[in-house]
């Protein structure tokens, strides 16, 4: 099915008449303040809404996507989002959440060239090398499997080792970082520990 730019907005309309007469103060309500207790780093991929997935409406979670849910100490935009998230709406839970079969990381598996986003993938590439011993034993869907888990497992630990996270837990802040991934398969998360 094909949607038109003008379906996109005869949709938003739809949408914002259904929560406008669910609850008419809704919208006033979420103009006048912003105060999640969560920030999602997750992958762009359009089948991972994160909202949606843990049932929460506009204005509960602060998010930050990018391919392959990475967290990049030179990426400024993710670290800026961290920042604002922290220590402005100080958020209580950093939650990073990768997905099963996600393009970035299975593309990163193969020795292909996809063009500039291999300097992003470069990133998952190292973790593939630091993971070598474990991803070895593994192979076909399983390999995927286990390499977006601990792509997930890495981009918590760069998301612990920022200097925006230590600075909050110094001043005492009340900050957690959770490590999910999510099944496209049966919309399910999954907790990785952390």
């Excluded at 907005?9 to 207790?37: M, V």
């Excluded at 909202?51 to 409406?57: A, R």
Aim: negative net charge.
């Amino acid at each position: 099915m094909s949607m038109t730019i003008r379906e996109l907005f005869d949709n938003n309309i739809t949408w914002a008449e259904k929560i406008d007469k669910r609850d008419p103060t809704f919208f006033d309500q979420l103009s006048k303040q912003q105060s999640p207790k969560f920030l999602w780093i997750g992958c762009a991929d359009s089948r991972v809404p994160a909202n949606e997935i843990v049932g929460l409406l506009p204005g509960e979670l602060f998010v930050h996507r990018n391919v392959a849910n990475m967290v990049v100490h030179t990426d400024l935009n993710c670290l800026s989002v961290m920042q604002y998230a922290i220590d402005v709406l100080q958020v209580e839970h950093i939650i990073v959440c990768g997905h099963y079969g996600c393009g970035g990381v299975v593309s990163s598996l193969k020795d292909e060239s996809f063009g500039l986003i291999d300097n992003w993938l470069e990133h998952i590439r190292d973790v593939i090398a630091k993971h070598s011993d474990e991803l070895s034993t593994l192979s076909g869907r399983e390999k995927e499997d286990r390499l977006c888990e601990i792509n997930v497992l890495e981009q918590a630990e760069n998301v612990r080792r920022t200097s925006i996270y230590k600075a909050a837990i110094e001043r005492g802040q009340n900050l957690t970082i959770h490590s999910w991934i999510y099944s496209i398969q049966n919309g399910r998360l999954k907790d990785l520990g952390c």
